[in-house]
C-alpha cells in the first residue's frame, strides 16, 4: 500500500472502532489503577461515534472527513482523553487540508499535526507520561520517513515501533498529568492507560498498512 483514500480512512476508523471495543475492558483496568477508570468507556464512545459518522457522511476529501470525525468524537465523548483525540482529528484534518490521497509525507503532517493539537489542548509535553510519549516518537518518525522519501508501509513500521519504545521509556516516567500525577513516584514502573490508548491508535494504521 502506498497511499490511503478515503475509503482506506473509513476502513481505518471502523478499525479503531473495534479495536477500542475489544480493549474497552483492558483500557478500564489500567485507568482504574492510577484514574477514574472510565477511559475504556470513553474511548468505545469516542470511536463509535466517529465510525458512525465516517459510514454516513459522504465526504470525499479525507482531511474534511477526518474533521468531521473529530467533531462527532467531541460531542460524544467530552471528557478529557475524547477531547483531546477529538483535537487531533480536527487538527490533523485541517493539516491534510484537499489532498485526495495519502502518502508517507501527507501522514506524517496528519499525525504531526495531530500530536501538537494534544500537546496544545492538553498543556502537556514528552517526559509527562501520557499519550504524547508514545504518539511524539510515533509522528517524529513518519516526519523522518517522509524527509528519506520511504514509502507507506515502511514508513508505518518504523513510526509504530517508535510508539512501541515510547510506550516501554513512559513506564520509567513519573506522571504529571491527570489523577495519576497525585501517585508521583508510585506512579514509576506502571503502564499508563494513556499512553496505552496511544499505541493502540497507531498499531491499527500500522496493521491496515501492512
Known amino acids: ?26 483500557l478500564i483496568e489500567l485507568d482504574g489503577a492510577m484514574g477514574d477508570g472510565d477511559l475504556g468507556i470513553t474511548m468505545s464512545k469516542a ?4 465510525n458512525e459518522e465516517a459510514e454516513r457522511s459522504e465526504e470525499i476529501l479525507p482531511g474534511k472527513l477526518l474533521i468531521k470525525l473529530g467533531m462527532a468524537m467531541a460531542k460524544a465523548a467530552p471528557s478529557t482523553m475524547g477531547t483531546l483525540m477529538a483535537t487531533g482529528f480536527m487538527r490533523g484534518g485541517k493539516a491534510i487540508g484537499d489532498t485526495e490521497a495519502l502518502g508517507t509525507g501527507e501522514l506524517a503532517g496528519f499525525m504531526d499535526a495531530f500530536v501538537n493539537g494534544i500537546m496544545e489542548r492538553g498543556k502537556s509535553k514528552p517526559g509527562n507520561k501520557t499519550i504524547i510519549d508514545v504518539l511524539y ?22 513510526a509504530y515501533e517508535a510508539a512501541h519504545q515510547g510506550m516501554e521509556n513512559s513506564r520509567q516516567m513519573k506522571a504529571q498529568h491527570g489523577r495519576a500525577a497525585y501517585y508521583q513516584d508510585g506512579s514509576i514502573g506502571k503502564q499508563d492507560a494513556g499512553a496505552t490508548v496511544g499505541l493502540l491508535f497507531i498499531e491499527v494504521f500500522y496493521e491496515y498498512c501492512r
Request: charge should be positive; glycine fraction near 2%; charged fraction near 35%.
Open 1 to 26: 500500500m502506498t497511499q490511503l483514500n478515503v475509503i482506506d480512512v473509513r476502513a481505518i476508523i471502523r478499525n479503531l472502532k473495534i479495536k477500542m471495543d475489544e480493549k474497552r475492558d483492558y
Open 47 to 50: 470511536f463509535t461515534a466517529a
Open 137 to 158: 516518537p510515533a509522528a517524529q518518525s513518519l516526519l523522518e520517513a517522509k524527509r528519506n522519501k520511504k514509502p507507506l508501509k515502511q514508513g508505518m513500521e518504523e
